[in-house]
Every structure is written in structure tokens, then in C-alpha cells.
């Protein structure tokens, strides 16, 4: 099996290689887009501001790629933010995979919501093998609201979608590669679908 780990600049590329390689996989780390596309699975990682990683989309042509891929892809945190259609971090358009605006958190919580939290409503292959209310690591600002989409929710300041699915590609909110266990059982169902 073939697993591109889509390489644009975002933060958290090597530990999710390490995730992999203590699963048993050896990944390729690639921008280019015969490389990404002759994959049997893309995971597409994200820390960090969505204007500057569309910049950097956009300056390799990915923008473009990334919504067109037929093999299942995996947007991890800020990846997964960057499918929906557009962000409320700088007015950033987004890749419009799934037609969901990503929103601020506000109120008298602490911002960023990062570190444990639980997820539950689990309603996907992504999940087999954990139970709902497991905890998973967070690290974001902006979030994702619940849709038709959402296969798992978590409760920061008021409900929010954990992780979502449409077609071929999945997101998770949460950084299964930093979420030990349960968080690499996400990352090995995946690659078994």
C-alpha cells in the first residue's frame, strides 16, 4: 500500500510519519502531484494559519489536486479545515470539498481549546474499535459546526463536529497522531478501509 503524506509546509508532517512508522507503514512525504496521485491513500496534515497554507496550496497547484483525488484522504486538524468551502481566519477560502464554514470560537473559554477532550457520537469505520466518550488531543481556534457531515462531535464552548466525512474524504478536528492509542487506531482504520 502506498501512503502520500501530502507535504506543503504545515507543522505536524513528521509526527504524523512517526504515528505511521509505529504502526508498521512507511509513508512518502510529497508535493508533487503524480507522486500524491498515484496513492492508495492521502493524508493531508495541517498545523498552523489557513491563508498562509493556501498560499502555499495554490503556489503548488494542490488547491487544485486535492478535491479532484479518488482515494480516501485524511485531513488532520487544520487540513481538515482547509476542505470546507471557507474560514472565518482571515476571510480564507478553502478547498470547498465539504460546504461547511469554519467559525472563531467565542466566549469565556480559554482559546485555543487544546489538549484532551472527548469525542462521542462516533458514526463511522474511522472509529471501529473505540468506544464513544474515548479522548482525543486537540490544539485549534476554529472549529468546524455539526452537520450531515459530522461522524463523531466533541463540546468545546457549545458542540462542534470532531471529525467529518463526505465521499472519499474524512476529516478529524483532533490530532490522532498525538491522541496515543485511540488515536492510532483511527489512523490504522483508515488505512484499512
Known amino acids: ?35 500524491i496521485n498515484s496513492a492508495d491513500k492521502v493524508i493531508f496534515p495541517g498545523v498552523g494559519q489557513a491563508s498562509e497554507a493556501m498560499k502555499q496550496l495554490k503556489a503548488t497547484g494542490l488547491d487544485q489536486l486535492i478535491p479532484q ?42 482559546i ?13 469505520p474511522l472509529f471501529e474499535g473505540i468506544e ?20 463523531a462531535k466533541c463540546d468545546y464552548s457549545g458542540e462542534f463536529a470532531a471529525a467529518i466525512h463526505k465521499d472519499n474524504f474524512y476529516g ?3 490530532h490522532p497522531e498525538k491522541s496515543a492509542d485511540f488515536g492510532e487506531k483511527v489512523l490504522s482504520n483508515f488505512l484499512k478501509m
Not at 481549546?113 to 463511522?124: A, E, F, Q, R, T
Open 1 to 35: 500500500m502506498k501512503i502520500v503524506v501530502v507535504n506543503y509546509g504545515a507543522g505536524n508532517v513528521f509526527s504524523v510519519m512517526m504515528a505511521l512508522k509505529r504502526l508498521g507503514y512507511e509513508a512518502e512525504l510529497s508535493r508533487n502531484s503524480v507522486v
Open 69 to 110: 483525488l479518488k482515494m480516501p484522504v485524511l485531513g488532520i486538524c487544520l487540513g481538515m479545515q482547509l476542505m470546507c468551502q471557507d474560514t472565518e481566519e482571515e476571510d480564507t477560502v478553502g478547498l470547498n470539498i465539504f460546504q461547511l464554514s469554519v467559525k472563531k470560537f467565542v466566549g469565556d473559554y480559554k
Open 112 to 124: 485555543p481549546h487544546m489538549g484532551w477532550n472527548n469525542i462521542y457520537d462516533l458514526k463511522s
Open 132 to 151: 464513544s466518550g474515548e479522548r482525543m488531543y486537540f490544539v485549534h481556534s476554529y472549529y468546524v459546526p455539526n452537520s450531515e457531515h459530522s461522524i
Open 172 to 174: 478529524c478536528q483532533f
